[in-house]
């Protein structure tokens, strides 16, 4: 079966659908993930995207500068409107820094081998949101140069910060993913910078990934250690992620603030998170699967399965809205009721509508498999999901502050060109520093794709249907597109 | 060949069947049921209270073995919508407990009858001096109510139903097309769900205090329906075990397995309930912080912390580890007393709203329980009794059969 | 090398495929080998039992060092908002338990993953920036799609001709001799 399938989202239950399309081995792995870092030009294209993101990042600069030199009043937030674009954007990029750490730990916790295709590219898209989002509340604190006031570290006023405050926990629980995710990233990539370093062919390549890879050598003895280290960073990952968008929520809910002050926030914002990261995460791999020629690792299987995860957590996020437009009813409290009436037909509808529209109508196409497996579907599906997210968290920010109890201070936040531009530079950075690691980082976790090929070994006696991987008959799959392709047997 | 080749599990040779246990175990368990029945009546006659306490302890023994059935049927709807294979020799009995929902249908009438007793917004003469309760009339009314438990169990019934039968008509004819109808099914299932049971959740006990809201609480229900039926799965398969049945194709792995699920919704409980609590502490807003006034005064303090104890950190730390859950003699252990915290906890959500400030232990909870228990074992093994207790055709079997923790 | 003689440090035999690697570490762990290690671009399920390897402590390690983060971050918050520093905000008291567990679970898992990751580093003995089996040529196909056997000529079994010979019958296609 030398022919290279595209697709391998057939069903038959008795058979698990092939990860690995186009007949690949071991040494074929290598060449195509490694020959992308290696190609001495990558494709033009990747130039003008870059030249764009470099510029839009040079716009975010500038926008940071001429707020640090002139103040916040730069921006349009003002009392009532306290918190505006700068807290939607750091809620924005912290939730699209989710989708990476749910792929690669808590779906390996499950067992879902599918994700050794597109976990490293996932993860590396989780730091660069997540650097986005920390740069949001640093740039609105005001006096950006006394940031560190936030950490619990001796200073010259010898005070120490408020735990009190859920801000603080921000601090810690975004500092905290920061950290494991670089960790858990880094820690991925060791064998696969290794082969990077073992094909260098010049001095610099040689001496940079020599010693990104820590002088890793396979050794099994390491390997054991490695696989357990593994197991343990993805079984604190898990929790891990669940609390960093608890204690996002937090910063709104335990206010009391109608329409921020409710209890089902913590998972509904995870739901929520997880929803805009893998929206995220499926519109950047459509592009670089098609860019790099990378259709036979990142098959339709894996899109189809991203998807599915894409209408399950954007139907949670459509029944949390709908859960909490409710209890406000049930709630009998007038403030509670007003909250949510005034999102919907208030002042602020038609960010209200877009974002229903986007987050609990749209993603409703992926129940057809025809628009989880169609590339234009899903990447336009998927954008406006992105589009709806950050509505999302305007919706809760901005309408619930411009709506004070007492009429006189009601308001009406407009952005200012700072805001938009800053936000726009905001997917600059993100782009900028996704384009350096497809280009100089493996995108592909090699080893681990490795491990689940069937040369791997996996479907030998106690090891067949070890995980999610091959089906139970040894050498099954290598037939079970016979059918499809006319071969006779 | 390879060296590491282990024979496979051959299904033929295994005890597969109840057997000569099904009518045993149907009469114990009917004759537990009895004696609770006879015991309930004879107590809620002498209580001279109209039957106020016989109708709290009933409620918490019905959601507590409904929500164990509610869990169950996530479990079986779960497999099939994540095309799911290790987990293929453990659904029949996730199927069966999840086919006790039509029964429990039957069981909800005393809910009903006692309905006046229960909740006190379908009084109207309550209603009429509340203006709260006004309010919230639209939603809150006997009528609405009755329709809504209809729908709820109508739901219920029908998947359970639904996905017992093909299950067991896939025994019969081995056809992979109906695993397919199962999945294609699981999607909209697993929708009307969650809205049935978190609406049930809203109904049944939150209404009990009709004040009092909070949008988490679907979900508190729900992780803990879910863990107290990952409690009892191991339970089963170690009972059946020790009578000689399914010995060699339920293995150390998917014991390992159901140790995982039941550690992590120990989590998941955990973090629902801490973020209602939290919200709820640090906002203090009086309308919502009394319901957790409650369960701090008085004896319910105690209760209070032997739930964060028992339901949380005990089970946390019984379960972390890799070892206990590969060995089924101790894996039993912690999953038993999570079925009995799941109870504690359904008990704290029902009773502080009657009897503030004291713990109304009495016999009628025990003999609420054991009527309903007797019950509910016996109607499945009743429906047990001579179907097989795998899905022995089902196309992923081999894999389940076979499967390995890394 | 300032004109001394190159020593033997061991033998690295190449394999082609897991199977074959399976086997032959089952042969170099009965002969009774405890100095030697296998080479493989991805872990091989089954590797650990073949070598004899013992689970690693690094669990418990971990274990500790999450607990005395939780401990830690608990009474970080209280010294600090309680006994160092006291303020009053929002009339809230200076210390709770439910308002520090946020920030101790992030120091829990914090300090855990860190400990993760720096004891499995240390363990394993990395960053090393030499290691004799990267003199070979061949060996930079262990991160691509090779798999060998290194033994080290400490170990008390070493014997360059037996040694040699064993890798061989256990289907090494390639027995060659590390030196420096």
Redesign the interface.
């Given at each position: 079966m030398s022919t290279a399938l595209i697709d391998n989202t057939y069903k038959d239950p008795a058979v698990r659908p092939t990860l690995v399309l186009g007949g690949q081995d071991f040494t074929s792995i290598t060449e195509k993930v490694c020959g992308i870092v290696e190609a001495p030009k990558p494709p033009r294209i990747w130039y003008i995207c870059l030249a764009v993101a470099a510029g839009l990042t040079g716009v975010l600069f500038a926008m940071v500068g001429y707020l640090i030199v002139t103040g916040v009043g730069v921006w349009g937030l003002n009392i009532p409107v306290g918190w505006a674009f700068d807290i939607t954007n750091f809620v924005f990029w912290v939730g699209i820094g989710h989708a990476g750490t749910l792929i690669s730990a808590i779906l390996f916790l499950f067992r879902q081998k599918w994700r050794t295709s597109i976990n490293r590219s996932a993860e590396a898209m989780t730091i660069f949101a997540v650097v986005c989002a920390g740069l949001f509340p640093a740039i609105h604190v005001g006096r950006v140069w006394l940031l560190y006031w936030v950490f619990p570290v001796p200073n010259q006023m010898s005070l120490w910060p408020n735990f009190r405050s859920p801000l603080l926990w921000d601090v810690f629980a975004v500092s905290t993913y920061m950290t494991v995710s670089l960790m858990f990233w880094f820690m991925g990539m060791i064998p696969d910078i290794a082969t990077l370093r073992d094909r260098a062919t010049t001095r610099v390549r040689r001496i940079v990934y020599g010693l990104l890879s820590l002088g890793w050598r396979g050794s099994n003895r390491q390997w054991h250690r490695y696989e357990r280290a593994y197991l343990m960073l993805a079984a604190l990952a898990t929790p891990l992620v669940l609390s960093v968008h608890s204690v996002v929520s937090f910063d709104f809910a335990v206010s009391q603030v109608p329409g921020w002050h409710t209890t089902i926030f913590p998972p509904y914002f995870v739901a929520g998170a997880i929803f805009s990261g893998m929206a995220m995460v499926v519109t950047l791999l459509v592009p670089a699967r098609q860019l790099f020629g990378l259709k036979e690792f990142i098959t339709l299987h894996h899109l189809n399965n991203m998807n599915k995860l894409v209408l399950a957590t954007g139907s949670m996020v459509g029944f949390a809205y709908g859960i909490e437009f409710f209890i406000s009813w049930y709630s009998g409290n007038p403030f509670e009721r007003f909250a949510f009436m005034n999102r919907a037909l208030g002042p602020y509808w038609w960010a209200y509508w877009i974002m229903v529209i986007c987050n609990v109508f749209v993603p409703q196409v992926f129940w057809s498999k025809k628009a989880r497996t169609n590339l234009w579907i899903m990447t336009i599906v998927c954008i406006l999901v992105n589009v709806g997210m950050w509505f999302e968290r305007f919706v809760i920010i901005v309408t619930s502050l411009s709506r004070d109890y007492l009429p006189s201070s009601w308001g009406y936040f407009k952005p200012t060109w700072v805001d938009i531009l800053t936000m726009a530079g905001s997917f600059g950075l993100f782009l900028t520093l996704f384009l350096l690691f497809l280009r100089y980082l493996p995108m592909i976790a090699m080893a681990e794709i490795k491990s689940v090929m069937p040369q791997a070994g996996l479907e030998h006696g106690a090891h067949a249907g070890h995980g999610q991987y091959w089906g139970e008959i040894p050498h099954q799959h290598e037939h079970q597109f016979d059918e499809l392709n006319g071969v006779k047997r | 060949m390879?060296?590491?080749?282990?024979p496979p599990i051959d299904l033929a040779t295994e005890k597969r069947h109840l057997g000569e246990l099904a009518p045993m175990v149907i009469k114990v368990a009917l004759a537990i049921g009895v004696l609770g029945i006879a015991g309930t009546a004879w107590l809620a006659y002498g209580a001279h209270d109209g039957g106020e306490r016989f109708y709290r302890s009933y409620l918490v023994a019905f959601v507590y073995f409904l929500s164990l059935s509610l869990g169950a049927l996530f479990f079986v709807v779960l497999q099939h919508l994540t095309?799911s294979?290790?987990s293929v020799v453990l659904r029949r009995m996730a199927e069966a407990v999840a086919a006790n929902l039509p029964v429990l249908a039957v069981l909800a009438l005393p809910v009903l009858f006692g309905l006046h007793h229960l909740y006190h917004w379908s009084d109207p003469e309550v209603v009429a001096g509340d203006h709260?309760l006004q309010?919230?009339a639209g939603?809150l009314n006997v009528r609405f109510f009755l329709i809504r438990m209809a729908i709820y169990f109508a739901v219920w019934a029908g998947l359970s139903r639904y996905y017992f039968r093909t299950s067991l008509r896939q025994d019969e004819t081995g056809d992979?097309g109906l695993?397919?109808k199962m999945?294609r099914l699981s999607?909209p299932a697993i929708?009307l769900y969650?809205?049935t049971q978190?609406f049930a959740s809203?109904d049944l006990l939150m209404s009990l205090d009709a004040?009092w809201?909070?949008?988490?609480?679907?979900?508190y229900f729900f992780a803990g329906s879910i863990l107290g039926f990952f409690a009892m799965l191991p339970i089963i398969f170690y009972l059946l075990q020790r009578s000689g049945r399914l010995t060699h194709s339920v293995t150390t792995e998917h014991f390992h397995d159901m140790g995982k699920l039941a550690f992590a919704f120990t989590?998941f409980w955990a973090?629902?309930a801490?973020?209602?609590?939290?919200?709820?502490?640090?906002?203090n807003?009086p309308?919502e912080t009394g319901w957790y006034l409650r369960r701090q005064q008085g004896q319910w303090a105690w209760v209070s912390l032997t739930l964060l104890f028992g339901h949380f950190v005990l089970p946390f730390l019984a379960l972390i580890s890799r070892y206990p859950k590969r060995r089924r003699g101790m894996i039993v252990v912690p999953t038993m007393w999570i079925l009995l915290m799941h109870w504690l906890d359904i008990y704290w959500l029902v009773m502080p709203e009657a009897s503030e400030g004291r713990v109304p232990f009495s016999l009628l909870d025990l003999t609420c329980f054991l009527a309903l228990g007797g019950v509910f074992v016996a109607a499945a093994a009743h429906r047990m009794r001579r179907r097989a207790l795998v899905c022995e055709k089902d196309?992923?079997v081999?894999?389940?059969l076979?499967?390995?923790n890394? | 090398m300032t004109g001394s003689e190159k020593q033997l440090r061991g033998l690295l035999a190449e394999f082609g495929s897991t199977d074959v690697l399976l086997r032959a570490a089952e042969r170099v762990r009965d002969a009774g080998y405890t100095r030697w290690d296998a080479h493989t671009p991805f872990p091989v399920h089954g590797l650990d039992e073949a070598m004899g390897l013992k689970t690693t402590k690094l669990s418990w390690f971990v274990m500790a060092c999450g607990l005395c983060g939780a401990g830690g971050g608990l009474l970080m918050q209280w010294w600090m908002n309680a006994v160092d520093y006291k303020y009053i905000i929002s009339g809230k008291p200076f210390f709770s338990i439910p308002a520090s567990i946020p920030v101790m679970f992030e120091i829990t898992i914090l300090v855990s993953a860190l400990a993760a990751f720096v004891g499995m580093l240390a363990f394993n003995g990395l960053p090393e920036l030499y290691h004799v089996v990267f003199t070979s040529r061949r060996f930079v196909r262990a991160t691509n799609d090779r798999f060998f056997i290194s033994i080290e000529s400490a170990d008390p079994k070493f014997d360059a001709v037996t040694t040699a010979s064993l890798l061989t019958s256990a289907g090494a296609a390639v027995v060659e001799p590390l030196e420096d």
């Open positions: - | 390879n060296p590491m080749v282990s095309h294979g290790w709260l309010g919230k939603y992979p695993t397919l999945e999607g929708v969650a809205v978190t809203f004040h809201f909070s949008t988490i609480y679907g979900v989590v973090y629902i801490f973020s209602q609590f939290m919200l709820i502490w640090y906002s807003m309308e196309p992923r081999a894999e389940s076979r499967f390995e890394a | -």
